[in-house]
């Protein structure tokens, strides 16, 4: 019987990971409902003798010689999806192998991500006198920024100095990520019976704010992540063909650059949009980046790596802390019918990350 207390071959890792990925594959893991996934990572330590914890469907671990007066390292991953459109035309929750590919719901977002640092991170766990401690956590709620995920977490964990977060970036460097808020607002009016003028119809009154959210541009832009994006997404008037509605309700979708806090444009857009009322949902999915000059975007740079800055939101969102997001995969294929990761992908994943760490480490 093979001894998991002793460090495992990178090639055993990779091959155990990529039957991991099957397995979550094949098991439904809905943001709230990851019980089962949840599971799976846990058998992954226990069969691999590494102490962990689960908190909700959150799984983590420290590595084994665990060092309080050192810095921290997080690797974190999701296992969480989304649900599966009606574009499939494959089973989503069975994993098929075709022509180098691995299908199904989860594969690229981000289970190829989730695997392949979860190795990495058994591939360390038994190294002594590394610089970095490290800190895994296979996290929930992801897809939908539920209060039960990586967000909950951080006052539980070991505090963490700068993390990798595993999103499919094809193993480039995005050393920084969009932040969001989603504002409602409403366009106010005068209600009345359509056959009767009305000179302050709501619908004709938002024709105006419209323009404005269409035309606006905040002044700063960002070298890596280029202009804040603001999108109106939803529009809801009127119940019946003959009334005037008292209010438009929009909402908007603003991607925010590191040029700026989400506060900072909630009070812009509150000071200045015309609108009768409007208001952020939250604020709390900022813009995330690690300084290009830092050693792990460095350590990157010098295995041919390059940096991007991202569009899309992950947990890096939730983080106070410099954060680079690096993981095998392209985010084009997240959410997509029949999504799909290649397994060249997964093996070159963890070669990756495991030369990134020992230039660090």
């Known amino acids: 019987m093979y001894d998991y207390k002793t460090i495992m071959s990178q090639k055993e890792l990779t091959y155990s990971a990529i039957d991991l990925l099957k397995k979550l594959i094949e098991t439904p893991s809905f943001s709230s409902e990851e019980n ?8 992954w330590f226990i069969v691999h003798y590494i102490d962990y914890n689960r908190t909700n469907n959150n799984v983590w671990a420290t590595n084994k010689f665990f060092d309080e007066s050192k810095p ?27 022509d180098g590919k691995l299908y199904g719901l989860g594969s690229n977002d981000a289970g190829g991500c989730l695997v392949s640092l979860l190795a990495t991170f058994t591939y360390f766990y038994n190294h002594e006198d590394l610089k970095y401690n490290l800190v895994f956590v296979g996290s929930a709620e992801e ?11 951080l006052s539980i964990i070991p505090k963490v100095d700068v993390a990798i977060v595993g999103e499919p970036t094809e193993m480039q460097l995005a050393v920084a990520e969009k932040g969001l808020v989603v504002f409602d607002a409403k366009v106010n009016g005068t209600p009345s019976h359509a056959a009767h003028v009305n000179p302050d119809n709501a619908i004709y009154n938002s024709i105006k704010t419209l323009k404005w959210f269409k035309n606006y541009q905040f002044e700063k832009s960002s070298e890596i992540l ?40 909630a009070n812009i857009l509150q000071k200045e949009a015309p609108c009768s009322e409007i208001k952020a949902r939250s604020l709390r999915l900022n813009s995330s980046s690690i300084p290009t000059d830092h050693e792990l975007v460095q350590a990157g740079i010098d295995l041919g790596r390059e940096t991007y800055g991202s569009p899309t939101l992950s947990d890096q969102s939730v983080l106070s802390c410099p954060s680079l997001k690096l993981g095998p995969g392209d985010s084009t294929r997240s959410h997509t019918a029949d999504e799909y990761i290649y397994i060249e992908e997964i093996k070159e994943g963890i070669d990756i990350y495991i030369k990134l760490l020992d230039k660090i480490l």
Do not use: C
Not at 36 to 43: D, G, K, Q, S, V
Not at 77 to 96: E, L, M, Q, R, W
Not at 143 to 153: A, Q, R, V
Not at 245 to 259: G, Q, T
């Open 143 to 153: 897809e939908s920024s539920g209060p039960n995920g990586l967000n909950s977490m």
């Open 226 to 265: 280029g202009d804040v994006k603001m999108t109106v997404t939803q529009i809801k008037a009127g119940k019946q063909h003959n009334a005037v509605p008292a209010a438009v309700e929009l909402v908007i979708d603003v991607r925010v650059n590191d040029k700026y806090k989400n506060e900072e444009i």
């Open 72 to 98: 921290t390292l997080l690797l974190n991953s999701h296992h969480d999806t989304v649900f599966p459109n009606n574009g499939y035309t494959k089973d989503p929750f069975k994993a098929i192998v075709e």
């Open 36 to 43: 089962e996934t949840a599971i799976l990572l846990e058998h």
